[in-house]
T-cell receptor, first 116, second 109 residues
């Protein structure tokens, strides 16, 4: 257990479904992130929230919609996904949102998404 | 563009030593991380280097040369549980993390 919990761990959905991924941390961190991890590719930063405000959106398709209701919870709402969206989606948190040795990322174990 | 290069896969023997290299070309440099990720698990923090030299933590050490744009992670007395992927990430001039694709390390008995 890292202190960052993601649910569900596995999700299979059709291209017309709507589903959500959930992330929860109780580490007292102020920044939360969504990353996409595909085989043999670098982690792709999708969204960053700092103190519940979105500070980064790296040209992610609108079929991915983040929500951060408070500093402990982060959601990724999914709708009309494509098969190429199949990947491991990692949530992370850190004390602040600026890359530094003081803001080490703590990751969850990820949600493995398969789009049929 | 910004780029982090790591070998895709390495194999080593239990009890031996292995060195995983990471070279980077980024717009600026403000530090470098190494993370370990076991299959199906969360990446976990191993080390952080911002100054040149070697940082030792038990069986694991991390080295940085800023002038060469180069780092390595050294694992000694390898154990089967060290089988994992090792991710290198650099903090660029905008304090953003740039990630490598990771190195899958396979330990054989």
């Amino acid at each position: 257990e890292t202190g960052v919990t993601q649910t569900p761990r596995h999700l299979v959905m059709g291209m017309t479904n709507k589903k959500s991924l959930k992330c929860e941390q109780h580490l007292g961190h102020n920044a939360m992130y969504w990353y996409k991890q595909s085989a043999k590719k670098p982690l792709e930063l999708m969204f960053v929230y700092s103190l519940e405000e979105r500070v980064e959106n790296n040209s992610v398709p609108s079929r991915f919609s983040p929500e951060c209701p408070n500093s402990s919870h982060l959601f990724l709402h999914l709708h009309t996904l494509q098969p190429e969206d199949s990947a491991l989606y990692l949530c992370a948190s850190s004390l602040g949102d600026r890359g530094s040795g003081a803001n080490v990322l703590t990751f969850g174990a990820g949600s493995r998404l398969t789009v049929l | 563009g910004q780029n982090i290069d790591q070998p895709t896969e390495m194999t080593a023997t239990e009890g031996a030593i292995v060195q995983i290299n990471c070279t980077y070309q980024t717009s600026g440099f403000n530090g470098l991380f190494w993370y370990q990720q076991h299959a199906g698990e969360a990446p976990t923090f191993l080390s952080y280097n911002v100054l040149d030299g070697l940082e030792e933590k038990g069986r694991f050490s991390s080295f940085l040369s800023r002038s060469k744009g180069y780092s390595y992670l050294l694992l000694k007395e390898l154990q089967m549980k060290d089988s994992a992927s090792y991710l290198c990430a650099v903090i660029d001039s905008n304090y953003q993390l740039i990630w490598g694709a990771g190195t899958k390390l396979i330990i054989k008995p």
